[in-house]
């Protein structure tokens, strides 16, 4: 499985450490993406003193989200989860018990701005949110 939700919850395993059974892989469970995400959207937009739900178009955490319009994206990087799980279907493929291999957790994020949705909103991201960027959508 890649980006799980919550494997234990789903019944797919008995802990991230030690999953038992045939199933194995990635989960997205435990990562703390809101705070972060609360941490970026204040550097982002400095002058809101409250933030709220926030709709089309906002921040999310699927990198398929700037490219459709949304202002920001912070979440889990697709391609280090997707080359992480090859590297486990090549130890199940050399003889590596499902039971035994850890469900993993995230360790790589990444976050979009969309400059186009920023100018739209009439929003100037600040520089040094902008550094912070792994890709800027223009």
Request: charged share 15%.
């Amino acid at each position: 499985m890649v980006l799980a939700q919550d494997p234990i919850a789903s019944g797919f395993a008995r802990s991230l450490a030690q999953p038992g059974g045939n199933i194995t892989g990635l989960t997205v469970q435990g990562t703390d993406m809101q705070g972060k995400v609360m941490q970026i959207l204040r550097e982002a937009v400095p002058a809101a003193s409250r933030v709220g739900i926030l709709w089309l178009p906002s921040i999310a955490q699927a990198a398929w989200w700037g490219e459709a319009g949304g202002l920001l994206v912070y979440g889990v990087k697709d391609s280090d989860q997707y080359d992480r799980a090859a590297q486990y279907v090549a130890k199940i493929l050399r003889g590596a018990k499902t039971a035994n291999l850890p469900i993993q957790q995230p360790t790589r994020f990444e976050l979009q701005i969309n400059l186009k949705t920023a100018q739209a909103l009439k929003l100037t991201i600040p520089k040094t949110v902008i550094l912070q960027a792994d890709k800027i959508l223009e």
